[in-house]
């Protein structure tokens, strides 16, 4: 669901809050399926879905609960700012890393990675053949 927010700064201009995208967005960043987010923060699957396509919104309880699992305040949620350390650990780690190489280094990682996710989806093809 969108919500319209008066803003007060010099412009004076209005904006649209997404609360069911900025969950699915902050989830994402957190690596969390939305089976998981759900399990944490008590809240059903479905009802999950439901608020990150837009179909439900959020009761204040419930929304403090994914807020809570995702490791944030409210206030945060609704912040335009998002902490780095909601990314998951690991993909932080890869970005120190890649920061130090260089544009050809970088290529061949990413190829490398590209590899590794094709050998990936064929093994789980294969496996549920």
């Known amino acids: 669901m969108c919500y319209n927010h008066n803003t007060d700064t010099d412009?004076?201009?209005d904006f649209m809050f997404?609360?069911?995208r900025r969950v699915k967005e902050l989830r994402e960043l957190r690596g969390l399926s939305m089976t998981k987010l759900s399990k944490i923060a008590r809240v059903g699957?479905?009802?999950l879905s439901y608020i990150e396509s837009g179909r439900q919104s959020p009761t204040v309880d419930v929304l403090e609960r994914i807020c809570s699992a995702l490791g944030i305040t409210l206030a945060e949620f609704f912040s335009p700012v998002i902490k780095?350390?909601?990314r998951d650990p690991l993909i932080q780690q890869l970005e120190v890393y890649a920061s130090k190489l260089s544009k050809k280094e970088l290529e061949y990682l990413c190829g490398f990675l590209e590899e590794i996710s094709k050998e990936k989806v064929e093994m789980n093809k294969q496996s549920k053949v």
């Open 11 to 13: 412009l004076g201009s």
């Open 84 to 86: 780095d350390d909601l």
């Open 18 to 20: 997404d609360v069911g």
């Open 45 to 47: 699957q479905s009802t």
